[in-house]
């Protein structure tokens, strides 16, 4: 079951990625940040009211539980990180190709891979080491890829934020893992919600102010990348609930939703090189595949 419910939130990324990209379009970043964190939250407090007045039982899987202020702070502490994440990746999908973006923030299973090699000591055999060095290869082609359109990847500031973007999303991971066996899922993704909507009112303020942030574009695909990222989040969560779930595995298959975003880019963005990126691309799912080899 736990397989299914990554697979579903894998199509809700691709079409969140989809969603961002268009949002994104002439409009401003933190802008479109703040509302569309602001709309999740719309989206899930209701979940939170109706639980605590008894009209949701504790036995639906809508439920959301009470929790303790060191368990607040932890939610915040990922708040705070996920919000980072968003931010640089926001930048850069604005910025860049989506049929560059999209695939390189695909090899975000690899670093979380890497990360639970060094902090939690695991060891990688050789399905996985085979996983993480195809992937290495397709970045660096997609960074050959990069400079037939004038991006090179050592010196442009978005592909940096795109990098960030990619580390704090890996870090996220890592701690969902530990967050999943200490608190309510549900409680997870409503107050982490929330809380991205509270930090992003003053830091818009700010950056209203002193950079002069424009207001931002009212789009209907700002409500398409919180139906979306709510919808995944949920499957997400819910899924690393399960007792025999395997993180490595569910965040590799989240990630195959990257072809959505591509196909996207491709068609309708009318991106450049295509025929190369999808060769990157196909080294990219095929490092996947190796990942997910090496941990069923």
């Not at 009211?49 to 009209?55: K, M, Y």
């Not at 695991?122 to 050959?144: D, K, M, Y």
């Amino acid at each position: 079951m736990w397989i299914l419910l990554a697979i579903l939130s894998a199509l809700c990324l691709g079409f969140y990625d989809v969603s961002k990209k268009q949002s994104l379009t002439d409009n401003s970043v933190a802008g479109v940040l703040l509302l569309s964190v602001a709309c999740s939250s719309a989206i899930l407090l209701p979940f939170l009211l109706l639980s605590r007045t008894g009209a949701i039982e504790q036995e639906s899987v809508f439920y959301v539980a009470r929790v303790g202020l060191i368990e607040h702070g932890l939610i915040l502490l990922k708040s705070v990180i996920v919000l980072s994440s968003w931010l640089f990746a926001y930048i850069a999908m604005k910025n860049l190709p989506l049929t560059i973006v999209a695939p390189v923030n695909a090899t975000r299973p690899m670093w979380t891979l890497l990360g639970a090699l060094i902090i939690f000591g695991e060891r990688l055999n050789l399905w996985q080491w085979a996983g993480v060095t195809v992937i290495i290869v397709a970045f660096f082609a997609f960074s050959v890829v990069g400079k037939m359109e004038g991006i090179r990847f050592k010196s442009n500031r978005y592909v940096w934020c795109m990098l960030l973007a990619m580390f704090l999303g890996a870090a996220s991971g890592l701690y969902d893992k530990y967050l999943m066996k200490e608190i309510d899922h549900n409680a997870v993704q409503v107050y982490y919600t929330v809380y991205q909507t509270l930090l992003m009112l003053p830091l818009f303020a700010v950056l209203q102010k002193r950079q002069k942030t424009s207001m931002p574009r009212w789009r209907w695909w700002i409500v398409g990348i919180s139906v979306f990222l709510v919808m995944s989040d949920f499957f997400y969560l819910l899924a690393l609930t399960y007792p025999d779930s395997l993180i490595a595995v569910i965040s590799t298959t989240r990630r195959a939703g990257v072809i959505i975003p591509f196909l996207y880019g491709s068609i309708a963005l009318h991106d450049k090189h295509v025929r190369e990126k999808s060769v990157c691309l196909m080294f990219v799912l095929l490092g996947m595949v190796f990942l997910l080899l090496g941990t069923i």
